[in-house]
């Protein structure tokens, strides 16, 4: 199956640093990736959906100046976490849809992100 | 707005089957997922219905009414080893290079030998 790579799987940090997470879909290509956000024992809350080459649409409420998402390339997408605060600590998941398989309602997780900022 | 409903807890035992069921209210619909994830993991893909009926993969069947805005997870032959959240997923809207999905609260299912 599809596998996809996200990285670090756990990161400490103090406040107001940025941190960077990194999602690459390792043997397709993803035109699309989702990235969210999930605290403990609780679901995903979609953050926001990047598309290759354009900008990242945010869900209400999520702040794109704070969260910054680029999508360089159809494997990698990012997720920056600028100026961190202890609240920022959560969960965050990357997800892909392969182009080749948009229609199937399957989605392919990163391992998952666990920040913790000081 | 969009929300969807799934009981918070499911408790069954070894060999038995269990129900998990899903309704939601989306501004789109154009099906339902289901995914399972263990503690500290990623949620993996179980199964995906866009029509009304019954999807059977192994001992995982799911099922959707489009009318009834319903739809459910049944597991077969528990094992301790589906001890997990279970989540049902609408996918909501068809964009040109991708699909959008919204996910339920989560089901705890804890299975007891």
């Known amino acids: 199956g599809a596998v996809v790579s996200q990285h670090p799987s756990r990161v400490i940090c103090k406040s107001g640093t940025s941190v960077k997470i990194e999602c690459r879909s390792l043997?397709?290509?993803?035109?699309?990736m989702f990235w969210y956000r999930q605290f403990p024992k609780q679901s995903l809350m979609l953050m926001a959906t990047?598309?290759?080459?354009?900008?990242?649409?945010?869900e209400q409420g999520v702040e794109k100046d704070k969260f910054l998402i680029n999508h360089a390339s159809l494997t990698l997408s990012t997720l920056t976490v600028t100026s961190a605060h202890p609240e920022d600590s959560s969960f965050y998941i990357c997800?892909?849809?392969?182009?080749?398989?948009?229609?199937?309602?399957?989605?392919?997780f990163g391992e998952g992100s666990r920040l913790t900022v000081l | 707005g969009q929300s969807l409903e799934q009981p918070s807890e499911v408790t069954a035992v070894e060999g038995a089957i269990v129900q998990i069921n899903c309704t939601y209210q989306t501004s789109g619909f154009y099906g339902l997922s289901w995914y399972q994830q263990h503690d500290g993991g990623a949620p993996t893909f179980l199964s995906y219905n866009a029509l009304d009926g019954l999807e059977e993969t192994g001992r995982f069947s799911s099922f959707l009414s489009r009318s009834d805005s319903y739809g459910y997870l049944l597991l077969q032959e528990l094992q301790m080893k589906d001890s997990a959240s279970y989540f049902c997923?609408?996918?909501?809207?068809?964009?040109?290079?991708?699909?959008?999905?919204?996910f339920g609260p989560g089901t705890r299912l804890s299975v007891l030998p």
């Open positions: 997923a609408v996918r909501d809207t068809d964009y040109n290079y991708g699909q959008n999905f919204v």
């Open positions: 043997d397709f290509q993803a035109t699309t």
């Open positions: 990047s598309n290759e080459g354009s900008k990242a649409t945010y």
């Open positions: 997800s892909a849809q392969s182009s080749g398989r948009s229609n199937t309602g399957e989605l392919f």
